[in-house]
C-alpha cells in the first residue's frame, strides 16, 4: 500500500501550485482519494476528494473556487491544483485513500490509507 505525494515548494502568494500523488493499484481501484494538509501546532484538515469514477467531488470552505481535485485512473494518480495561495495554505500536504463509499463528511475524520506528505511553502 503507497501513497505518494509531490510537487510542492515554494510559492509566491497569489501563485498557483499542482500537487500529485501517485498510488499503488491495490489501493487506488474503487478508493475515494483525498488531500488534506496540516500546520505545527493545527490538527490534520480535510481539504478535498474525489470519487472513484471522477465524480462527484467535494471541498470544504477553504478550497472552493480554488483548488480542484482530480484523478487519473489509467495513472494510479490524482492531482491537487491550487490557485490563489495564501500563507494561510502554507502546510505539509497529505494524500489519501479511503475504501469506503461516497461519504463526504466522513472524510473530515479522516481516510483509511496515507501516504508521505510534501511541503507548500507560501511566502515572497
Known amino acids: 500500500v503507497q501513497l505518494q505525494a509531490s510537487g510542492g515548494g515554494l510559492v509566491q502568494p497569489g501563485g498557483p501550485l499542482t500537487l500529485s500523488c501517485a498510488a499503488s493499484g491495490d489501493i487506488f481501484i474503487n478508493h475515494v482519494m483525498g488531500w488534506f494538509r496540516q500546520t505545527p501546532g493545527k490538527g490534520r484538515e480535510f481539504v478535498a476528494a474525489v470519487s472513484w469514477v471522477g465524480r462527484p467531488t467535494f471541498y470544504v470552505d477553504l478550497a472552493k473556487g480554488r483548488f480542484t481535485i482530480s484523478r487519473d485512473n489509467d495513472k494510479n494518480m490524482v492531482t491537487l491544483q491550487m490557485n490563489g495561495l495564501t500563507a494561510e495554505d502554507m502546510a505539509v500536504y497529505y494524500c489519501?485513500?479511503?475504501?469506503?463509499?461516497?461519504?463526504?463528511?466522513?472524510?473530515?475524520?479522516?481516510?483509511?490509507?496515507w501516504g508521505k506528505g510534501t511541503q507548500v511553502t507560501v511566502s515572497s
Open positions: 489519501a485513500a479511503d475504501r469506503g463509499t461516497w461519504a463526504p463528511l466522513k472524510y473530515y475524520g479522516g481516510m483509511d490509507y
